[in-house]
């Protein structure tokens, strides 16, 4: 847990809150279809695995075939994953299809 010191809070009238309770905040309305696509044939020559680090959700898991298996239901839609990854054509992000993805609910 953050303590309310290490709390970051640019904004004064949004209450201060941990990233943890924060994303308890989250829903998540799933698309059928994945709207990030990640090719587990151009990841397997990657040695950095930059995603599996990066992602704040911890969605990218390395398989035991040397790939990466991405689930996509409780992205953030953050784009870190895209922004990290250094294969191209390893990552095709998309927004969701309208009315999916992640929803922040103020508390």
């Not at 829903?27 to 040695?47: E, G, L, T």
């Not at 990466?68 to 927004?95: D, K, S």
Request: include cysteine; charged fraction near 15%.
């Amino acid at each position: 847990m953050i303590s309310p010191a290490n709390r970051i809070n640019p904004d004064p009238t949004w209450p201060a809150i941990s990233f943890e309770d924060r994303i308890a905040t989250a829903a998540f309305h799933v698309h059928h279809n994945a709207h990030i696509v990640v090719d587990s044939a151009v990841c397997a020559d990657c040695s950095t695995r930059e995603c599996v680090v990066a992602c704040p959700a911890k969605l990218f898991v390395p398989t035991s075939d040397g790939g990466i298996l991405f689930n996509y239901e409780q992205c953030f839609e953050c784009g870190t994953c895209y922004l990290v990854c250094n294969r191209e054509g390893a990552i095709t992000w998309n927004y969701p299809e309208g009315g999916h993805g992640v929803v922040f609910k103020r508390t």
